[in-house]
């Protein structure tokens, strides 16, 4: 009789130790597949998380209101602007941005593939301006077509790590482009690591840096 019990006692001991290693080869399988995700898939999940690419490929038109923000090293505000900004894709990209400075209403428009500006309805020829404008023009655009244009050819995407961002992880995202040099601006992205939805992107040039927050409103 006590040999009997003692057998069943270890083949008890046996199955808890095998039901342990399960949890524990579990575990491990999921850390690694945390570890393998590259910034590719990251950027793929993304993409699906914010509708999917065949959705933005039949996005005719988006328009939204724009609040842009300069501090000063202390925090506090040097320069504030609201902009009305519309971009239609289909069938030609055509886009407008509209906003007020120092009481001057401001229009650039991206028409026909020009670039036409207007301050208080006056018409700039100044080639200067204009290529300052088509350079404002194209900065805006390049941010509402994110995260979808990061899978573009030639587009090079590193994987910096996971940092947190209000109480929350993220994965740090870095983007460079054939053309790029040591004096081209420097992008990153931030993606939530459990929606994968982009948190906020950085913007890292000559005499400052700038950074764009998403708010649900």
Known sequence: ???????KNNLY???????????????????????????RQIVEKSI??????DTWKNV????FDKETALFFEDGSVEVKTDQFQLFRFQPVLFGKIEWESDANDIVITYDNEKIYK?????????????????????AAQYVIVQPFALLDKDVELT????IEIENKKVYEISVKYPSDTEASNKWS???????????ANKVELSDHTSWVEKFNL
Do not use: P
């Open 189 to 199: 992205y931030f993606f939530d690591t459990e929606s994968f939805e982009i948190i």
């Open 48 to 53: 699906e998380a914010h509708g999917g690419m």
């Open 118 to 138: 207007a301050i208080n309805d006056s018409i700039i020829t100044s080639s200067d301006e204009l290529e300052r404008a088509k350079n404002s023009f194209f």
């Open 60 to 63: 005719k038109q988006l328009s």
């Open 13 to 39: 001991k046996t199955k808890v130790l095998r039901f342990g290693f399960f949890i524990t080869a579990s575990l491990a399988f999921i850390s690694c597949q945390d570890k393998v995700l590259s910034a």
């Open 159 to 162: 994987l910096k790590g996971q």
């Open 1 to 7: 009789m006590i040999q009997e019990r003692n057998t």
